[in-house]
């Protein structure tokens, strides 16, 4: 009886040492990590001003008040979609002000009018920098491609889409914000510098209202288009 009792103890003694071998064996270390990302994000800042202007002076020819020139930032839906093209989603753009662009509006306006839309910042509010991209969309928010001459200097759009390019756009006032890199918390500011071309009167309609958007885009700096 005592050699089975001694048995039985040994066979648990066994046990108890296989178990515990086998936790220690089956023991295992965990290592969290978190990671924290940044994220890509500007909007406009400053209050736009519309200034009416004859070639290098303020105001309207012979001091004239015959055409009207507004800027105001307003909402587009789905601009980033329309204005990034043919560009790879997973570019994953952000747009300035969290759908607010600047809208251009110019009312019973003639050829040779002249406007110049100023006091308008972009800003970098996320923390990654950020390169820039200018995208133009007409009043349907369709990407106009401008015709570009003189070096760009020159760039004639068609906001109504009639197929007649009938507003010039300077491209040095703008359009040089493309590639642009702001840091988080830098800004840049720029003009719109816009005139009705007398070359290009014959597109030019009368009683019409032409209306574009500036689109401005904040690519993560290290994977610009």
Known sequence: MKKY???????????VAVATAFALWADALKIRLEVNTGNVDIEFTG????TEMHGTQQGEYEGKDVGSC??????????????AGLLPP??????????KELKIVITNAYPGYQCKISDVNV???????????????????NVIRPEQYNGGFVSYIDTDGDGCTELDVDYSSFF?????????GESQSFTVNLRLPTERQQCIAEQTT???????IGYQWNEFP
């Open 5 to 15: 009792q001694m048995y039985i103890f040994a066979v648990a003694v066994l046990l």
């Open 47 to 50: 209050v736009p001003r519309a």
């Open 70 to 83: 507004t800027a105001e930032f307003t909402e587009v839906q789905d601009e980033e979609a329309a204005a």
């Open 90 to 99: 997973s570019w994953n753009p952000s747009s300035a002000n969290a759908d």
């Open 123 to 141: 800003k970098n509010v996320g923390t990654i920098p950020v390169k820039l991209l200018v995208k133009i969309l007409d009043k349907n928010h």
């Open 176 to 184: 040089t914000l493309n590639g642009t890199q702001l840091h988080p």
């Open 210 to 216: 032409y209306t574009f958007y500036v689109v401005i």
